[in-house]
């Protein structure tokens, strides 16, 4: 992977002021948005999705995050290698993945060193966006772990805008499952990376693109957070994950562009019946657990599952097509910043294992560090 642009993060703008929403509609929207997931881990669920194959001896993942410093993370093969950029950078680098030159804006953390296995968050940005206009909005870069922010290939439709697969835009012939892998490759070989320790978050269409991840990549990627995704599933209208996946879900119920109510002529689901088809691939036995995280957040939980694989819906009531916390603006609608998306997601991912039976030939070096 070559460098080829030094490209230090945006200083983040100040934050929009944001309306309050009215009492009565906030307990209106809590209400139905209760009555709604109530119903996630039953009939509709159950039908909807195929249950993931568990072999009896597969390593358990837990959502739960007993303890974070009692584990040993393998290592890589670019463990003990110069990174090529300054711990804390950000720099935009290439890399060619199905005989095209692709781009990455790579982040390392502060005080990132080349003898310590780092986690990895893979990022993919919304249609029309970069993976630096995504940097700037998140607040990813604040997370204790490489930031790969990918950059997709412009696409169809109006204007040159850049986009991911799995969209009825995305351009003709882009496989984006195996930049994933090649992006992976690449930062396993000139980096120190756990490869147990792989996510992958993103916005709109990236968000949506992480769900296919989350279907096809289920052997080297360990958990997925989507924000705001379009689920359009376009050439992959099934899913058969190898194991259980961990899903932390963010969404809008306000949310315009991407309807949490879905849109059938768009081919994009309910966001429920997407979430609720996670809880039962996962076979979650308990939940749903709804709780009123803040006046226009609720947090709804599903435990007990398969392999430990926990599956989290957070709603934002009134939320349009934004970012939870954006540092910058990040979307049409209301904002809320009553949590930092990048701070609950990382509370979910940050402890979850890819199982090691998955590792092999991904050129690990054994626990250690």
């Known amino acids: 992977m070559s460098t080829t ?53 597969a390593a358990v993942s837990p959502s739960a995050h007993p303890d974070r410093a ?88 109006d204007g040159d805008r850049q986009a991911w697969e799995g969209a009825p835009y995305a351009a003709p012939g882009v496989d984006d499952v195996a930049y994933t892998n090649d992006l ?51 050439g992959h209208p099934d899913c058969y994950p190898e194991r259980p996946v961990p899903v932390i879900d963010f969404h809008g119920t306000d949310d315009v562009t991407i309807p949490y109510a879905g849109d059938p002529d768009r081919g994009l689901p309910a966001i429920q019946d997407w979430v609720g088809g996670w809880v039962a691939r996962n076979g979650c036995a308990a939940g749903p657990d709804v709780e009123q995280t803040a006046f226009d957040v609720t947090t709804t939980r599903w435990t007990d599952c398969d392999r430990g694989a926990e599956v989290t819906h957070v709603a934002v009531l009134g939320g349009g097509h934004t970012w939870p916390g954006e540092d910058s ?10 949590i930092e998306a990048h701070e609950v997601l990382w509370e979910f991912l940050g402890d979850e294992r890819l199982p090691v039976r998955f590792l092999t030939g991904h050129g690990t070096e054994g626990a250690a560090s």
């Open 329 to 338: 603006y990040s979307g049409g609608g209301y904002a809320t910043h009553s």
């Open 70 to 157: 009692g584990r040993n993370p393998l290592r890589s093969a670019g463990c003990g290698t110069d990174p090529g950029q300054a711990p804390g950078s950000s720099v935009l680098r290439t890399l060619t993945s199905d005989g095209r030159e692709r781009t990455v804006q790579l982040h390392l953390p502060d005080g990132y060193r080349s003898d310590r296995a780092w986690p990895v968050v893979l990022v993919f940005h919304g249609r029309g966006n970069t993976g630096a206009g995504t940097e700037a909005f998140s607040g990813l870069d604040a997370l204790p772990a490489i930031v790969a922010y990918g950059n997709g290939v412009v696409g169809t439709g």
């Open 5 to 57: 642009t030094a490209s230090p993060r945006p200083a983040p703008q100040g934050r929009r002021e944001q309306g309050r929403r009215r009492p009565g509609r906030r307990a209106a929207l809590l209400t139905a948005l209760a009555l709604a997931v109530s119903g996630l881990a039953g009939p509709v669920g159950a039908t909807t999705a195929a249950a993931a194959p568990v072999p009896a001896d």
């Open 184 to 234: 992976l490759d690449t930062l396993e070989r000139d980096l120190c990376v756990d490869p147990r320790r792989v996510y992958a978050t993103g916005k709109s269409n990236g968000a949506g693109f992480t769900g296919i991840l989350a279907c096809e990549l289920s052997d080297r990627i360990a958990a997925v957070a989507p924000v705001a995704a379009a689920f359009y599933g376009t």
